[in-house]
């Protein structure tokens, strides 16, 4: 038989459970979803068949509703981790010398940034002469439109995910990377991956793409598809400084980004609704 219960009765329960939750050291509770997910639909593009659609997983959705009465400034101790296993990697990347051209042309090695419990990493190429002088990943004018495209185009802040790139140092004039620097760097790229533990990755560009994915396929090939890297779902899209370049790219861009948030279970934000096959930064 179900119990009935009161008004006061149910706040009085609640308020149990969230001092239960406190004394077992929870901080923060994730936030409600009010948005009905996109479905992938599988007939419109190869999704159904590689990767199944994931729901956002409770728990990394969000990390900003304090429970109430606790200090929303104490660090949560598993997110400390990450963040810790993460500080130590940039630490032993910061020490990194195996790329003797880079090294000397550094003025800082460039590790990554973002939420440490990120469902989304984004991946770019290397470091380019902005990047290098701050210590940060795309933060020029191509990390603009990338923050456009997460924050317009998806719905979600850019510190919500983590970004970093195949090369952690920029190589001179900003050249592509060369096949032994981008191995050299590989071991970083792996570790720092399975610290955040991402569900989802998206590839900015071919470099991106072709080097975590093992491929000589053109980025115009691998977009539009669903991958996989160690059993992670991988959307493949144009590099934003190409985007720059080429406009008229922007509509495929804003088909993957919509790609990959059918897969995420996200919806299109209201302001990017009707705007289907236009770009995410228009
Ligand atoms: N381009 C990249 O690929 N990465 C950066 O960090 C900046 C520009």
């Given at each position: 038989?179900?119990?009935?219960?009161?008004?006061?009765?149910?706040?009085?329960m609640?308020?149990?459970?969230?001092?239960?939750?406190q004394?077992?050291?929870?901080?923060?509770l994730p936030?409600?979803?009010?948005?009905?997910?996109?479905?992938?639909?599988?007939?419109?593009s190869p999704?159904?068949?590689?990767?199944?659609?994931?729901?956002?997983s409770?728990?990394?959705?969000s990390r900003?509703?304090?429970?109430?009465?606790?200090?929303?400034?104490?660090?949560?101790?598993?997110?400390?981790?990450?963040?810790?296993?993460?500080?130590?990697?940039?630490?032993?990347?910061?020490?990194?010398?195996?790329?003797p051209?880079?090294v000397?042309?550094?003025?800082?090695?460039?590790?990554?940034?973002?939420n440490p419990?990120?469902?989304?990493v984004f991946?770019?190429?290397a470091?380019?002469?902005?990047?290098?002088r701050?210590?940060?990943p795309?933060?020029?004018?191509?990390?603009?439109?990338?923050?456009?495209?997460?924050?317009?185009?998806?719905?979600?802040?850019?510190?919500?995910?983590?970004?970093?790139?195949?090369?952690r140092?920029?190589?001179?004039?900003?050249?592509?990377?060369?096949?032994q620097?981008?191995?050299?760097?590989?071991?970083?790229?792996?570790?720092?991956?399975?610290?955040?533990q991402?569900k989802?990755?998206?590839?900015?560009?071919?470099c991106a793409?072709?080097n975590l994915?093992?491929?000589?396929?053109?980025?115009?090939?691998?977009?539009?598809?669903?991958?996989?890297?160690?059993?992670?779902?991988?959307?493949?899209?144009?590099?934003?400084?190409?985007?720059?370049?080429?406009?008229?790219a922007?509509?495929?861009?804003?088909?993957?980004?919509?790609?990959?948030?059918?897969?995420?279970?996200?919806?299109?934000?209201?302001?990017?609704?009707?705007?289907r096959?236009?770009?995410?930064?228009?």
């Amino acid at each position: 038989m179900r119990q009935q219960h009161n008004s006061g009765q149910l706040a009085r329960m609640l308020r149990q459970q969230l001092e239960s939750w406190q004394r077992a050291g929870l901080t923060h509770l994730p936030k409600a979803r009010s948005a009905r997910p996109v479905e992938a639909n599988p007939s419109d593009s190869p999704v159904g068949s590689v990767c199944p659609p994931a729901a956002l997983s409770p728990g990394s959705e969000s990390r900003d509703s304090p429970l109430p009465g606790k200090d929303p400034g104490r660090p949560n101790p598993v997110q400390e981790d990450r963040a810790a296993a993460l500080a130590r990697l940039a630490a032993q990347v910061a020490r990194c010398r195996r790329c003797p051209e880079l090294v000397r042309n550094r003025t800082q090695t460039v590790f990554g940034t973002g939420n440490p419990y990120a469902q989304l990493v984004f991946i770019g190429e290397a470091p380019g002469a902005d990047e290098d002088r701050l210590g940060e990943p795309f933060v020029g004018a191509a990390g603009q439109l990338l923050t456009d495209m997460i924050e317009k185009g998806m719905g979600l802040r850019r510190s919500d995910v983590y970004i970093m790139n195949i090369l952690r140092c920029r190589p001179p004039g900003n050249r592509t990377p060369l096949p032994q620097e981008a191995e050299n760097c590989r071991p970083f790229l792996e570790k720092q991956l399975a610290i955040v533990q991402p569900k989802f990755i998206c590839c900015l560009g071919a470099c991106a793409a072709q080097n975590l994915l093992g491929t000589t396929e053109p980025i115009s090939r691998l977009r539009g598809k669903v991958h996989s890297y160690q059993g992670i779902p991988v959307v493949c899209t144009y590099h934003p400084a190409y985007l720059l370049r080429t406009p008229a790219a922007k509509a495929q861009a804003w088909q993957d980004l919509q790609l990959l948030m059918s897969l995420m279970g996200l919806p299109i934000p209201e302001s990017r609704r009707g705007k289907r096959s236009r770009s995410s930064s228009d």
